[in-house]
């Protein structure tokens, strides 16, 4: 498929756990965002990659999130330690450029417990 | 910063015309985007206006005045299939031009 693709789609952790969520870009698409989605809200930005380079990471967290593009294709984010907070949907967007429309990944669904 | 609002939920019949309001405040703005998300999945672009007016396509319209910080989206002879929440979203100018989402408004369409 030509779309974006998150792995795994659902992941069950026990508190303390690391996990890791891996995001494949649509191909040739420089700039990759990931955001975090709650219950009933909108995506709530974490981060953007403009090929390798991470050029803001404001929105994570805690140190406690990690995320890299070591080849300016797919990136994994990581979180360390989770804590039950961290349930959500994380959702993985790649555009062209930051001028056009981003196109999202079906998201992969963290329960923590 | 920036602050998005829009209305949390709405109920339309199906075959009718139904407006989804947001307003938007932000230090710098370049452009608002609507996308559309049905549960479980993901968002999908469903348009971007960048000047004032309206931009037509299909049965999905949108509107964006600068000056009221201001958009709409339009859906117009509403299909049961457009049940879903749609999200409004504001691309700030300068630097790489980030994005930011609204709450987005869960539509219901009834027959």
């Known amino acids: 498929g030509a779309g974006v693709s998150q792995s795994p789609r659902y992941k069950v952790a026990k508190r303390g756990q690391d996990v890791a969520l891996r995001c494949d870009p649509i191909s040739g698409h420089v700039s990759l965002f990931w955001y975090q989605q709650a219950l009933g809200q909108g995506p709530e930005f974490l981060t953007y990659f403009q090929n390798e380079a991470q050029l803001d990471k404001s929105g994570l967290p805690s140190d406690r999130f990690f995320a890299e593009r070591p080849e300016g294709s797919v990136s994994t984010l990581k979180i360390q330690r989770t804590q039950q907070e961290d349930s959500a949907v994380y959702l993985c967007?790649?555009?062209?450029?930051?001028?056009?429309?981003?196109?999202f990944g079906p998201g992969t669904r963290l329960t923590v417990l | 910063g920036q602050n998005i609002d829009q209305p949390t939920e709405m109920t339309a019949t199906e075959g009718a015309i139904v407006q989804i309001n947001c307003t938007y405040q932000?230090?710098?703005?370049?452009?608002l985007f609507w996308y559309q998300q049905h549960a479980g999945e993901a968002p999908t672009f469903l348009s971007y206006n960048v000047l004032d007016g309206l931009e037509e396509k299909g049965r999905f319209s949108s509107f964006l005045s600068r000056s009221k910080g201001y958009s709409y989206l339009l859906l117009k002879e509403l299909q049961m299939k457009d049940s879903a929440s749609y999200l409004c979203a504001v691309r700030r100018s300068g630097g790489y031009q980030k994005v930011t989402f609204g709450t987005g408004t869960k539509l219901q369409v009834i027959p």
């Open positions: 967007a790649s555009s062209l450029g930051t001028y056009n429309e981003q196109f």
């Open positions: 932000t230090s710098g703005f370049n452009g």
